[in-house]
């Protein structure tokens, strides 16, 4: 059984892609949170970045609806293949998407954003110039 279920933030805006057959098509990561073990390192990432493809129609309105940061839902299966370059073969995995679900509204994704600039600039005003003298150390 080859069957994959994510849930993850993409990590940038989708770019659609005609090919010469005439189907649409949208490579992108997404960025899934990986629970933390209390024996981790609190500095390493806590995110895994998959490569997802999707076609056609679903293609198609990935890139119309879809931005940098959107949650998604996608469902398909483990895809990999091979190519060669400059005499060396490449590998790749991926996930080839069946389904894809958006996981919030318009007005959530602009929210979420507009909350995380908020929080930005409400740090900005409090960063003051520290003189060397003035540290204990």
């Known amino acids: 059984m080859n069957k994959v279920i994510l849930v993850g933030r993409i990590t940038k805006d989708p770019e659609l892609r005609n090919i010469q057959s005439g189907s649409s098509v949208v490579n992108f990561t997404l960025a899934v949170s990986r629970p933390t073990s209390q024996n981790s390192d609190q500095n ?3 995110a895994d970045f998959i490569n997802c493809v999707i076609w056609n129609k679903q293609a198609e309105n990935l890139a119309k609806y879809v931005k940098k ?3 998604i839902g996608v469902e398909g299966r483990i895809q ?3 190519y060669e370059a400059n005499g060396v073969t490449r590998y790749i995995t991926e996930v080839l998407c ?3 679900q958006f996981l919030e509204t318009k007005n959530d994704s602009a929210r979420a954003q507009q909350e ?4 930005e600039d409400s740090f900005a005003g409090k960063i003051k110039n520290v ?3 003035d540290l204990p150390f």
């Open 44 to 46: 390493a990432s806590n």
């Open 69 to 71: 940061g959107s949650l």
């Open 80 to 82: 990999t293949r091979n």
């Open 98 to 100: 069946d389904n894809v």
């Open 116 to 119: 995380d600039e908020a929080e």
């Open 131 to 133: 003189d060397d003298n």
